[in-house]
T-cell receptor
């Protein structure tokens, strides 16, 4: 099993550009999440999904969108990128729901907005 | 929403010593408390977790204690080794709302 795979690993965007961070998992987990990690700030939840076709906002959803058309894939869309979105993004999945079970993280995507 | 505070932000110990990281949380309804370890440039990985119906849990050199009354929980690492050097995150959650602490950078000096 590859686990959770994210692409790209690194990306530089200009202000106002758009992009999609891809995330796929092969563990047949129903729950998937997107976090951002800023220096000294821990992990903050952007969006999460409890199953295909269902998504919900987390703590910091503004400026982002997600979709969940299949169990495996959970892409994160940034529209009109802003410098405040410079961060490391982690996708994660879990079997039981993130409030009660282990989160499996991808390797992260470092995004810089200039 | 839940607020999790973690202390200290940095911790340096000598190899073989113990390390203790403390977290406090604000929502008394939180019922699951995991700890994640993140090595430099790597993904976070779960090292131990505890649920609200348990006061202490141990796994080899790692232990976690929970005081529900005071709303704090702690990670204890004994006989530290250089490979324990990493950033450690605590978290507290209920339902589908998990909040992470800001992290503790632990350095173990050989």
């Amino acid at each position: 099993n590859a686990g959770v795979t994210q692409t790209p690993k690194f990306r530089i965007l200009k202000i106002g550009q758009s992009m999609t961070l891809q995330c796929t998992q092969d563990m047949n987990h129903n729950y998937m999440y997107w976090y951002r990690q800023d220096p000294g700030m821990g992990l903050k939840l952007i969006y999460y999904s409890v199953g295909a076709g269902i998504t919900d906002k987390g703590e910091v959803p503004n400026g982002y969108n997600v979709s969940r058309s299949t169990t495996e894939d959970f892409p994160l869309r940034l529209e009109l990128a802003a410098p405040s979105q410079t961060s490391v993004y982690f996708c994660a999945s879990s079997r039981q729901g993130h409030a009660t079970g282990e989160l499996f993280f991808g390797e992260g995507s470092r995004l810089t907005v200039l | 929403g839940e607020n999790v505070e973690q202390h200290p932000s940095t911790l340096s110990v000598q190899e073989g010593d113990s390390a203790v990281i403390k977290c406090t949380y604000s929502d008394s309804a939180s019922n699951y408390f995991p700890w994640y370890k993140q090595e430099l440039g790597k993904r976070p990985q779960l090292i131990i977790d505890i649920r609200s119906n348990v006061g202490e849990k141990k796994d080899q050199r790692i232990a976690v204690t929970l005081n529900k009354t005071a709303k704090h929980f702690s990670l204890h690492i004994t006989e530290t080794q250089p490979e324990d050097s990493a950033v450690y995150f605590c978290a507290a959650s209920k339902n589908n709302d998990m909040r992470f602490g800001a992290g503790t950078r632990l350095t173990v000096k050989p």
